[in-house]
């Protein structure tokens, strides 16, 4: 079949309904401003009925203020009809029946009418094509962010700490060679506080590696966040699970998990001075369970969200759970965090 022939055997009302099937909003409109047509999609964009947008003057759908503005380009237009797009490269926006403004993009083609000249305005909503666009901007920038964190982090560890290792071990030396009390003394709380800022840069580390975008999942996060914090403690921390912790978690628990087990870990590293750390993440039919326990240095009394880490209780309570700390069985600290399941 010949295009000719195909374009004989469409049918008015096939020809309708592909109109009203695209997924722009098409108007054909007089020379003098008056709306004669409107598919479906310009009633769903525009928010008037398409028998209603019939007889409207086309500035209707024209933001006030660029009202008079478009009146005299439509004019200037009808005088040298062509196709074109509208306004290129401008901010073009057009104007919902509720007063909304929204970003659009227009293009035009005259069309000759037994006894009138029309416009064809072919008009596409931009509103989520540039919320995309946002998205896209603002992840490429949170991964611009990343790279800088971990340039920072790797310096730190790399060239910091590893700087204030060589000062301790050579206060170290020092050290031994001393036989005066008082600059013992000065020596030790001099070594005290080198340890001391090492913890601090570590902890500092964990938290610039912690700042990333999401992962696939509770359990792939929990890892994730293990990994970064061994960077900080300089072992990795040893993670179990039980239950189905991927299906069973909600996105509010998941939310709240995360953040918990950051701090709870940022907290060995500033205060517990261990070497071995236990995560374990358990979910079962009532609760969801995180315990962090460490073998260092232990707490000097029973807290409940003590040790700079208030928020971690804080969290639980607001979930209707529960945060214990107390020193473990063998020595260290145990971080025992626990949240009803909703029903």
């Known amino acids: 079949m010949t295009h000719i022939d195909l374009a004989n055997s469409v049918s008015e009302g096939t020809l309708r309904r592909a109109v009203d099937a695209a997924p722009d909003a098409i108007l054909i409109v007089e020379t003098s401003g008056v709306i004669a047509f409107a598919n479906n999609m310009a009633q769903e964009m525009f928010g008037y009925m398409a028998a209603e947008l019939i007889g409207l003057p086309v500035e209707l759908l024209v933001p006030d203020a660029f009202r008079d503005t478009h009146a005299a380009l439509r004019a200037e237009y009808s005088a040298m009809p062509r196709t074109r797009y509208m306004g290129a490269g401008l901010d073009l926006r057009c104007r919902h029946r509720n007063g909304n403004e929204f970003p659009v993009e227009i293009s035009l ?43 920072i982090a790797r310096d730190l560890h790399d060239t910091v700490i590893q700087r204030l290792f060589a000062v301790g071990l050579s206060l170290q030396g020092a050290l031994v060679s001393s036989a005066d ?21 570590r902890s500092a580390i964990f938290s610039l590696h912690a700042r990333r975008l999401p992962t696939s999942g509770p ?46 870990l940022s907290n060995v590293t500033k205060h517990a001075q261990a070497t071995r750390v236990l995560v374990h993440v358990a979910i079962n039919d009532d609760e969801l369970r995180l315990q962090v326990a ?50």
């Not at 989520?128 to 666009?133: D, K, Q, T, V």
């Not at 009390?181 to 020596?187: A, G, S, V």
């Not at 993670?239 to 909600?250: A, Q």
């Not at 214990?324 to 029903?343: M, S, Y």
């Open 181 to 201: 009390l008082k600059t013992t003394d000065r020596i030790e709380r001099a070594i005290d506080e080198i340890d001391g800022t090492i913890r601090d840069i």
């Open 219 to 264: 359990r792939e996060d929990v890892l994730a966040t293990c990994r970064e914090a061994g960077r900080a403690l300089g072992f990795e921390p040893t993670v179990t699970f039980d239950g189905l912790v991927d299906t069973e978690m909600t996105p509010e628990l998941h939310q709240n998990l995360l953040p918990t087990l950051r701090e709870a």
């Open 294 to 343: 460490d073998n260092g240095v232990g707490i000097r009394k029973v807290a409940n969200g003590g040790l700079g880490i208030a928020s971690i209780t804080e969290r639980a309570l607001g979930l209707g759970g529960s945060c214990v700390i107390a020193p473990g069985k063998t020595g260290g600290t145990v971080v025992e965090w626990r949240v009803p399941l909703p029903r």
């Open 109 to 151: 083609s005259p069309l000759e009418g037994a006894q009138h000249r029309y416009v064809i305005a072919v008009v596409r909503d931009l509103t989520e094509r540039r919320r995309l666009a946002a998205e896209l901007m603002q992840a490429n920038e949170e991964l611009v962010v990343a790279d800088d964190r971990e340039r």
